[in-house]
């Protein structure tokens, strides 16, 4: 195989090895570094002896995702406030990487362990088979089935009950920017869940709630006190946008912090929001010019 084939055969793979890695590790920039540690071992592997590069670059893409999980599960145990994915966003393909997975999704799979989520990801959104899955993961096929159906029933409940069309995201969306900025509490109130959830991911380097907040009542009173913060600060909006597969927006807050905000819609009301405030998870952002 020339060096033009090995080249050309990664090029394809590698949108795929992405968004396998970054559904594995809720980080774009962790999956990617995981990718170009994939193509490192392509490269350096006898190629002759390789019938099928997907299968063996996805291989090797989840089991070091495997073994990512394993320390990133001990940061996070100490990890401040709410743990968000990091955003993906890309305003050439919006919501292409994510169409298959949302948000709540992502962070249903933070619950299982490492061995599950793999085999979630494989089977049901990569569709995979098991014989793969089970030499990837070095467990027999009828155990990888075991680790699939254990994950499908833990992430059950985060699926949403109800789905919105994208025109009714976005405008959903819009309404929630403004009113959230503006502090129309009766606008907010008629948006807003009775059961609504706020998840805020500050990772304790931005002022951020450090525990959801639930219920409309309190969502109500933390947007009175922004209301009041907004208007000696105004928020910037860059552009509406599809995060992790959810309607929301970016915004610049004051001090120039970069933030998502991104809403889960229910029967054209918005049930939960998640607020990405934490900069490490932003740095790749900024670049996305306004819309």
């Not at 670059?57 to 073994?67: A, D, K, Q, Y």
């Not at 509490?185 to 959830?197: E, F, P, R, S, Y």
């Not at 907040?213 to 969502?219: C, D, E, P, S």
């Not at 991104?262 to 306004?290: F, M, Q, S, W």
Request: with cysteine; aromatic share 8%; charged share 25%.
């Amino acid at each position: 195989m020339s060096a033009a084939d090995t080249d050309a055969i990664f090029t394809g793979l590698r949108p795929g090895l992405i968004r396998l890695a970054y559904r594995m590790l809720g980080s774009v920039a962790d999956a990617e570094d995981i990718v170009q540690d994939a193509w490192l071992r392509w490269l350096s592997h006898e190629r002759s002896d390789v019938r099928e590069p997907a299968a063996f670059l996805r291989t090797i893409v989840t089991r070091l995702c495997v073994n990512e999980l394993k320390s990133a599960r001990r940061r996070r145990e100490t990890y401040i406030g709410p743990w968000l994915p990091e955003p993906f966003f890309d305003p050439e393909n919006e919501g292409e990487l994510t169409e298959d997975i949302t948000l709540p999704l992502m962070m249903a799979l933070e619950r299982l362990s490492p061995l599950e989520r793999a085999a979630f990801l494989l089977h049901d959104v990569f569709g995979v088979g098991f014989e793969e899955i089970s030499a990837a993961l070095g467990r027999d096929a009828a155990a990888c089935r075991k680790l699939a159906s254990r994950a499908r029933l833990h992430i059950h409940q985060a699926r949403p009950r109800f789905s919105a069309t994208k025109e009714e995201g976005r405008a959903l969306a819009a309404a929630f920017y403004t009113a959230s900025r503006t502090g129309d509490m009766q606008a907010l109130n008629g948006l807003l869940t009775k059961d609504v959830v706020i998840y805020t991911d500050g990772g304790g380097r931005i002022a951020a709630p450090t525990s959801p907040l639930t219920g409309i009542n309190a969502a109500l009173k933390f947007f009175r006190g922004l209301a009041r913060y907004f208007a000696r600060s105004p928020s910037r909006l860059v552009r509406y946008a599809t995060i992790d597969g959810l309607p929301g927006f970016i915004t610049i807050e004051a001090g120039g912090i970069v933030q998502t905000s991104a809403i889960l819609v229910n029967d054209g009301r918005i049930a939960a929001i998640y607020v990405t405030r934490n900069p490490e998870k932003l740095h790749h952002l900024p670049r996305c010019g306004p819309h």
